[in-house]
Nanobody, 119 residues
Framework: QVQVVESGGGLVQPGGSLRLSCAAS????????MGWYRQAPGKERELVAV???????NYADSVKGRFTISRDNAKNTVYLQMNSLRPDDTAVYYC?????????????WGQGTQVTVSA
């Protein structure tokens, strides 16, 4: 069993900042890539940012220069610092963990955390 728990969502005004955290625990031999996705009402889930074990990163064009992904390998934790938030950033944000269980490669998702950007 693997648990993925996100935190840090909430309501923020346009131009504000939030920091999301995601911790993976359980039957994990090694965590590989970690990422953040989001899904707005009526839209498909989309990639926001991803980070590899060597901290190579990739971002959606819509968040480049505003969001920063980072990780703490010792804690199997990934963070998403979100600055200059806009109303169109409103969505449920999901953490994705790509890991090796010891017997195979697996993917786990968190339950999501709501981010609402509104005046």
């Amino acid at each position: 069993q693997v648990q993925v728990v996100e935190s840090g969502g909430g309501l923020v005004q346009p131009g504000g900042s939030l920091r999301l955290s995601c911790a993976a625990s359980g039957s994990i031999f090694r965590v590989n890539a970690m990422g953040w996705y989001r899904q707005a009402p009526g839209k498909e889930r989309e990639l926001v940012a991803v980070i590899t074990t060597r901290s190579y990163t990739n971002y959606a064009d819509s968040v480049k220069g505003r969001f920063t992904i980072s990780r703490d390998n010792a804690k199997n934790t990934v963070y998403l610092q979100m600055n200059s938030l806009r109303p169109d950033d409103t969505a449920v944000y999901y953490c994705n963990v790509d890991y090796y269980s010891g017997s195979g490669y697996m993917i786990a998702w968190g339950q999501g955390t709501q981010v609402t950007v509104s005046a």
